[in-house]
């Protein structure tokens, strides 16, 4: 696969993570690709907390300090011990491009990578080294000991729980039918439209990511309805948009005949003034024929 035609993982991750944590959106701001320096050295996702005190509601976030860098790996994607040492550094450099010196602590940074499926060499290799890896809450594991300067988790999406992180886990190409019928119904329950536009993003990876599991599901009444519920906005906006370029084709045709017969009724003035110039020049020629005739005349009487 080439690639300009490989999957956008990334923006759906983050539209999954406002979701997963819009029990305290309004206690957070999301800084997506955070730009660290003037060349392309970009966070994932950075989540600050407005407050310090505020407590997190979702299980993902209850590791949260101030500054909360996350490193997103797509399904297909290694997360190694290099990621981990990559994001460390974006995390230190972040820490250190503030204007006043230490004005981020240490203790108010954390630091979360995410994947699909359990990085079973970087969670050895920590082991290895003194770290201890304990699974704090189900696919989510903390990451202590002396060589982990910031708070870290490790998320592996597959193993979180299916009713408390639908959105995290919905990012995957191995979705089940009840996985998928029931995001269906999570999307359809959405009311504010902030979170219903972020619920798009990630059902659009989603049907490109599953397409026999939905073809399946557009045979339950039920989820089909929902599915023409949530992509109505979508095909609203398709027919509006070939209904728009419809009208810019015939206005195109008409401005096109439009000028042709311009250029017609210029060829016909042409034609006219042309007609006007012969018919003036054939009276001259008969005013000359007859002033001719009349000079002969009056020369053939003379002689007589």
Request: glycine share 4%; hydrophobic share 40%; aromatic share 6%.
């Given at each position: 696969?080439?690639?300009?035609?490989?999957?956008?993982?990334?923006?759906?991750?983050?539209?999954?993570?406002?979701?997963?944590?819009?029990?305290?959106?309004?206690?957070?701001?999301?800084?997506?690709?955070r730009?660290?320096?003037?060349?392309?050295?970009?966070?994932?996702?950075?989540?600050?907390?407005?407050?310090?005190?505020?407590?997190?509601?979702?299980?993902?976030?209850?590791?949260?300090?101030?500054?909360n860098?996350?490193?997103?790996?797509?399904?297909?994607?290694?997360?190694?011990?290099?990621?981990?040492?990559?994001?460390?550094?974006?995390?230190?450099?972040?820490?250190?491009?503030?204007?006043?010196?230490?004005?981020?602590?240490?203790?108010?940074?954390?630091?979360?990578?995410?994947?699909?499926?359990?990085?079973?060499?970087?969670?050895?290799?920590?082991?290895?080294?003194?770290?201890?890896?304990?699974?704090?809450?189900?696919?989510?594991?903390?990451?202590?000991?002396?060589?982990?300067?910031?708070?870290?988790?490790?998320?592996?999406?597959?193993?979180?729980?299916?009713?408390?992180?639908?959105?995290?886990?919905?990012?995957?190409?191995?979705?089940?039918?009840?996985?998928?019928?029931?995001?269906?119904?999570?999307?359809?329950?959405?009311?504010?439209?902030?979170?219903?536009?972020?619920?798009?993003?990630?059902?659009?990876?989603?049907?490109?990511?599953?397409?026999?599991?939905?073809?399946?599901?557009?045979?339950?009444?039920?989820?089909?309805?929902?599915?023409?519920?949530?992509?109505?906005?979508?095909?609203?906006a398709?027919?509006?948009a070939?209904?728009?370029?419809?009208?810019?084709?015939i206005?195109?045709?008409?401005?096109?005949?439009?000028?042709k017969?311009?250029?017609?009724?210029?060829?016909?003035?042409?034609?006219?003034?042309?007609?006007?110039?012969?018919?003036?020049?054939?009276?001259?020629?008969?005013?000359?024929?007859?002033?001719?005739?009349?000079?002969?005349?009056?020369?053939?009487?003379?002689?007589?």
């Amino acid at each position: 696969m080439r690639e300009f035609e490989k999957t956008q993982w990334h923006p759906p991750f983050c539209s999954a993570m406002k979701l997963e944590l819009r029990a305290n959106k309004e206690d957070l701001s999301f800084d997506i690709e955070r730009t660290l320096n003037t060349k392309p050295i970009r966070i994932d996702l950075l989540i600050v907390k407005k407050t310090q005190d505020v407590k997190i509601e979702n299980e993902i976030g209850r590791i949260f300090e101030g500054h909360n860098i996350f490193e997103y790996k797509s399904p297909k994607d290694e997360l190694g011990i290099d990621d981990y040492f990559k994001t460390l550094a974006y995390s230190c450099l972040y820490k250190a491009v503030c204007p006043e010196a230490d004005a981020i602590k240490a203790e108010d940074l954390t630091i979360s990578l995410v994947r699909e499926g359990k990085p079973v060499d970087l969670i050895k290799w920590f082991e290895e080294h003194g770290c201890r890896v304990r699974e704090h809450y189900p696919g989510i594991y903390y990451v202590t000991g002396k060589k982990i300067i910031f708070p870290m988790q490790i998320i592996v999406s597959i193993e979180l729980n299916k009713l408390e992180h639908k959105w995290l886990k919905a990012l995957t190409s191995k979705m089940d039918m009840e996985a998928g019928k029931q995001l269906v119904f999570a999307m359809r329950d959405l009311i504010v439209k902030e979170d219903r536009e972020n619920a798009d993003s990630v059902l659009q990876l989603v049907l490109s990511e599953n397409k026999e599991i939905f073809e399946k599901l557009r045979g339950i009444p039920t989820v089909c309805e929902a599915l023409k519920t949530l992509m109505k906005p979508e095909m609203d906006a398709a027919v509006t948009a070939a209904v728009k370029e419809k009208d810019a084709v015939i206005q195109a045709k008409e401005a096109e005949i439009q000028t042709k017969e311009a250029e017609i009724q210029t060829k016909e003035a042409e034609i006219q003034t042309k007609d006007a110039v012969i018919q003036s020049q054939n009276a001259r020629i008969e005013e000359l024929m007859a002033q001719v005739a009349a000079m002969a005349k009056v020369n053939g009487e003379s002689r007589f």
